[in-house]
């Protein structure tokens, strides 16, 4: 490919909203443009990456033996109202009507589509195990896009489902969808690591996710470097020691003025954050009123606290006028005298004695509360954020917290989608089983992002060669000067072209300096520059983008390696 024809355009500054290091260089190379939020168009450059990408996908799902299809991205809405789903999502779903005025919604994934064509198309034991999977779009109406293509609206997704006769089926199929997503991000170059996760609206029994390391990532990762132990924050153990057992002392008023923060509090009545308890409120889709309370010393773990009350639709936060109708005062509230609301208290704040707590009146805390005396919350369970040197819940050691980003998900559905919508087989005694489903994610778009994160510098991106748009840059400089260049430049694209190798080639009328920075730029595994000085020492000058390093070789040795 010429560059003089490539439909692109580098550009020489940074866009005014890039965040992140991928949003950044992928917009300023001409791999990608922004239609509107969240909504990118894929450059020739960004889409050939985009199939590379693909392709390694592809080969390491045949090799545990998908088999790939397509599913439609528009479905009937009454498919998600079989599963349930239809009313849980919230507005991240996009709703609309036909010409018919019939309800449709836009795919932000397939479990339901699998699970209606088992029951169509899978009647006997002998059609299970199989394994399907398609690259699709998906549409998500995310609330805040951010990060170029880290996260965005649409994108497209290799999903895969696994479909078995059995629980241990499902097992064996997990297992190779675990080892081929480690050979995947392998050969992408990605270093990855795998952590335990909330199912969220998948359901199921037990997800992991792939994560890359970055302190970009809005995930945060619980990790123990001692013994492996790595998951989520969303769904991490605590593993703080128990409070030291106390005499249980009898409550007492103080006035706290000015005191609306744990920390505030701390510091007037000069005790540890440890010593006090937190009440932070939240709403569910369906309108309950939640109280949590965990210790002064943690945050709530929303995604905890919301799989413990199954908030249907979520949390949001609780408004002032919310938390007054159910006689609490924000910034001195606790749940002694409350009414109308949920308590969920964390299960190591409800262990330890005598905290400080609101009294539910502007400038008043409590000394000596204590859960189960004074207030007997609806619910007990781990409901706090594990912290940077919590013991680990495997073997006790420090964990360490990391930020990260989901390039990949494995979920165990087991049977909820297939009972949901009745999709059985035959068994080879005679009895009527449910099919097992699991369900496999990789988004292209998020992949090609943090390939570019983990593989860029100060001059561009440096992309790795499995998923480089070209092998190559040829870069001629001084053409117009020096015939001898052009004849050496386009001779060589030349016979590689008729060969079936294609090449990038900046056959542009630039100067060297504006080559050369976009050469770097554009970040192909290797730059080949033709000029003047190149032919007087010997050749082609050829450049590792990624580690720099230079030498001037024959132009025949560097064509018969790349047609090698």
């Known amino acids: 490919m010429r560059l003089s024809r490539l439909f692109f355009t580098s550009l020489r500054d940074d866009p005014a909203d890039a965040e992140m290091a991928s949003h950044r260089l992928l917009v300023r190379a001409g791999y990608v443009r922004q239609l509107g939020a969240g909504i990118y168009s894929l450059l020739p450059l960004g889409f050939r990456v985009s199939q590379r990408i693909e392709q390694v996908i592809r080969d390491e799902m045949n090799a545990i033996g998908g088999q790939e299809m397509e599913m439609p991205v528009v479905h009937p809405a009454d498919l998600w109202r079989e599963t349930g789903r239809y009313a849980k999502i919230g507005p991240e779903m996009v709703r609309f009507k036909d010409r018919s005025g019939r309800d449709m919604v836009l795919a932000m994934t397939h479990e339901e589509v699998v699970a209606d064509l088992l029951r169509d198309l899978v009647k006997s034991y002998r059609q299970l195990p199989a394994i399907v999977y398609h690259f699709q779009t998906k549409f998500r109406d995310e609330p805040r896009s951010r990060g170029g293509l880290i996260r965005v609206r649409e994108f497209v997704m290799k999903d895969s489902y696994s479909l078995d006769a059995d629980a241990a089926g499902l097992d064996r199929a997990y297992d190779l969808h675990y080892a081929a997503y480690e050979k995947i991000f392998e050969r992408l170059g990605l270093a990855t690591v795998a952590v335990g996760a909330d199912v969220g609206i998948m359901g199921g029994s037990l997800a992991h996710e792939f994560m890359a390391l970055n302190d970009a990532g809005e995930d945060t990762l619980v990790i123990c470097e001692a013994c492996g132990y790595a998951a989520n924050q969303q769904i991490a153990a605590v593993g703080a020691p128990d409070p030291a057992p106390e ?35 939240f709403v569910t889709g369906d309108g309950r009123l939640v109280t949590a309370i965990v210790r002064g010393d943690f945050e709530v773990n929303e995604t905890k606290l919301g799989n413990a009350v199954k908030a249907i639709g979520g949390l949001r936060p609780a408004q002032t006028e919310e938390i007054k109708a159910a006689g609490m005062e924000p910034g001195y509230a606790s749940p002694i005298g409350a009414h109308d609301t949920t308590v969920v208290m964390d299960e190591l704040a409800a262990r330890s004695p005598n905290l400080v707590a609101g009294a539910n009146r502007h400038g008043y805390h409590l000394l000596n509360v204590n859960s189960g005396r004074d207030f007997t919350p609806d619910l007990v369970t781990d409901i706090a954020n594990a912290r940077a040197g919590d013991g680990c819940p495997n073997c006790g050691s420090p964990v360490v917290l990391r930020q990260g980003i989901e390039v990949g998900n494995i979920f ?65 400089l001084g053409a117009s000067r020096d015939p001898a260049v052009g004849e050496a430049a386009e001779g060589l694209y030349q016979r590689l072209t008729d060969a079936g190798v294609e090449l990038l080639y900046d056959d542009r009328d630039e100067s060297p300096g504006v080559k050369l920075t976009d050469a770097e730029l554009l970040g192909m595994p290797r730059i080949l520059t033709i000029s003047p000085r190149s032919l007087t020492a010997g050749g082609v000058e050829v450049t590792d983008r990624a580690s720099g390093e230079r030498s001037v070789r024959p132009v025949s040795d560097v064509e018969a390696e790349l047609r090698g």
């Open 247 to 281: 005499e249980l002392r009898l409550i007492e008023e103080v006035a706290t003025p000015e005191t609306p923060t744990i920390a505030s509090l701390a510091a007037l009545l000069g005790v540890g954050t440890d010593r006090t308890a937190k009440a932070t409120f």
């Open 412 to 476: 165990k559905l087991g049977t909820d989608f297939t009972k949901a919508l009745g999709s059985t087989y035959l068994a080879e005694d005679g009895s009527r089983n449910l099919v097992v489903m699991g369900s496999y994610g990789i988004g292209l778009g998020r992949a090609m992002a943090c390939i570019v994160e983990a593989h860029h510098d100060d001059k561009g991106i440096a992309w790795p060669a499995s998923v480089a748009p070209y092998p190559a840059q040829l870069v001629s």
